[in-house]
C-alpha cells in the first residue's frame, strides 16, 4: 500500500481491488482535460499527454486467453496490444469476428479524423472507439501505455476504470534524420521508427545528401554514391575521433570507415525496406534531397553539375548547382524521378536552404542568363529552379516542401516569389521574415526553429525545458501561427557519428516533442511525473538516452 501526505498534512490510505493503489495530488491524475476536483484517485503515464482522462473508481481486471476483438483493419492495432500483453506474460489472441472479448475495437463514425476513445469498465470490459486505421493504431499505443501502470501481477492486469478521449492537435508531426554527415544503417531507422509510433509521430524526413555526402544509389548517375557517397575525414570527423578518446560513444562504427575514408549508402531496396516498415506504423517518409545548393557530394561526382566544374566554397556555404544549365536541369529532374520510384507518399522535400547565389552572379553564362530572362536580381535565378523543379514534381502527384531561406535568403533581405503551393519549414529563429512572408503568401508552415526543435543541440535540461514549454503566441507573428500545419523536430549529425551519441542527444527530448506536436494541453509538472515510466521503458529497450537533473 502507498500512503500519501497532502498539503493539510492529512494521511490517506486508497486501498484498491487486489491491493491496487494509485497515488495523486495534482488535478491532471484525475482529469487530465481541466485538472478538476473528484473523489476519484488514480494515475496514468501517457505520453503525449490525451486530451482527456477520467477515472470511475473501481477496478476491470484482464487476465490469461484474453481476446482482443478486431476487424480485419484494425489488425494492426490490436497486433500491438497483443505483443504488448504477451510480453507481459498473457496469452491474447485476436478474433476478426465481434465476440464478448475483453479488449475490442468499435467503429464510431462520430469521431472525426485521428481522434478515438477508450473506455475501461468492469462491466463493459475495454472498448477502443475508432474510425480509421490510424486512430485505432493511435489508441492501441495508448492503451499499451496505460498497461504500464496498471497492477501487473501473475497471468492478469487490473486496469483502474477510466475514459480516454484523445484527438491529435496538428496533422504534421515530423521527425527529421540527417544520414548525409554521418550515416546510419536501416535497421537504426527502423529503431527510430518504433519510437516514433509509440509516441505518435507520422513523417519522416529522411536528409538524403548533402555536401558531405551523397546517401542513396542512382541507376542513372551510379557515380553519386560510388565517389559522392565517400569523403577523407573532414573536420567534423577528425572532432568526432578526438572525442572518441575519451568517450568511447563517439567512435565511428567500422563499416562505414576505410582508413581515413568515411562513408556509406542505401541501396534503392534499403530505402523501399524503410518505406514499408514506416507504412506499417502509419509513418511517412519524405525523402529530401537539398538542391541547388549542399551539392559538393554530387559535384565531385559529376563536376559537369556547377558552373566551372570545381567543388569550392564561397563566405559560407558551397557553389551550388548551375541550374540554368539545361542539362544540369535534367539532372535534378532524373533524380527525383527515381526518388519517386522509391518513395510513395505524397510529400519530398527539395531543401533549397543556405545557396550562395555570388556564384551565379560572378558566373558570365549565370549574367547571360539574367540578361535573356530580364531578371533584376540574382535571387530570380533561385526562384526559377525552384518553380521548374516545383512544377516537374507536381506534374508527378508531389506536394513539395521547402525551408524558409526560399522566401528569403540568409544574404539579403529581397522577398522571393514562390508558389503557394508550396510548405515550408521555418527553421530560421532568427530571420522569422521568411515564415512572416510564407504566410502571406499562403503557404502551409511547418514549424521547426532551430533554438527549439534542433535535437542536435546539447542535451541538457534547460533546452529539454526550454522546447516542452515552446508558446507560439510569444515567438510567432500571428500570421504564421494561422498558417501552421505542424511541427518537425530535426537531428543534423556533424557531431553525431554513432547510434549510441544519437540516442542520448535525442532521448527524453524526444518524447517532449512529441507531446508538444500532439497535445492540446501541456504542464511540466504532470510530464516530469509521467516521464519517469518512458526511462524504464527505454531501459528496457536498450535505447540510450541522457537521464535529466530534474528526474535524479
Known sequence: MKQILCKHKQLLSIFLMFTMTFMSCSGDDLDDSNGGSTSVRGTHDIVPLPNRVRFHGNTYTVSTRLSISAAEEYSKAAQVLKKELNSLGLNASIATAQTDSEISFVVDTSLAGDAYEITIDAADAIQV??????????????????????????????????????????????????????????????????????YKLNNLQIHLSDDQGWRVVSENYPLLTEVGGFREFDAYDLWCI?????????????????????????????????VAYAAENY???????????????????????????????GAHFSR???????????????????????????????????????????????????QDKNFPHVNYIQNYFVSEITAYLESKGKKVTAWDDILVSNDDNIVNTVSSSIDVMYWRDYKQDGAIYAARNGNNIILTPWSWFYLSSDNNDQNLINMYNFSEADELNPAVIANKIGYQACVWTERIPSEAVFEKFVFPRFQAFAEVAWSKGRDFTSFKRRLGSHLSYMDNAEINYKKPLFMN
Open 320 to 370: 551550388p548547382m548551375c541550374v540554368y544549365d539545361d542539362q544540369v536541369m535534367q539532372f535534378a529532374k532524373d533524380i527525383w524521378d527515381e526518388m519517386i520510384d522509391i518513395f510513395p507518399a505524397t510529400r519530398v522535400h527539395i531543401g533549397a536552404d543556405e545557396v550562395d547565389k555570388s556564384f551565379w552572379e560572378n558566373d558570365p553564362n549565370g549574367q547571360q542568363f539574367m
Open 283 to 313: 509513418i511517412n517518409v519524405i525523402p529530401e534531397i537539398d538542391m541547388p545548393g549542399h551539392m559538393s557530394a554530387a559535384i565531385r561526382a559529376y563536376p559537369w553539375i556547377s558552373c566551372n566544374g570545381q567543388v569550392d566554397w
Open 129 to 198: 472507439f475508432v474510425n480509421s486505421e490510424k486512430s485505432a493504431f493511435y489508441a492501441s499505443q495508448t492503451l499499451r501505455q496505460y498497461m504500464w501502470t496498471s497492477n501487473q501481477r501473475s497471468g492478469a492486469i487490473d486496469f483502474v476504470t477510466a475514459t480516454i478521449s484523445d484527438a491529435p492537435n496538428n496533422d504534421y508531426r515530423g521527425f527529421q534524420l540527417d544520414v548525409a554527415r554521418h550515416f546510419f544503417p536501416k535497421e537504426f531507422i527502423f529503431k527510430i521508427i518504433d519510437q516514433m509510433a509509440l
Open 242 to 274: 578526438d572525442k572518441a578518446r575519451s568517450d568511447a560513444d563517439y567512435q565511428f562504427d567500422p563499416n562505414f570507415v576505410n582508413g581515413n575514408t568515411y562513408g556509406g549508402f542505401y541501396t534503392k531496396q534499403d530505402l523501399k525496406d524503410i
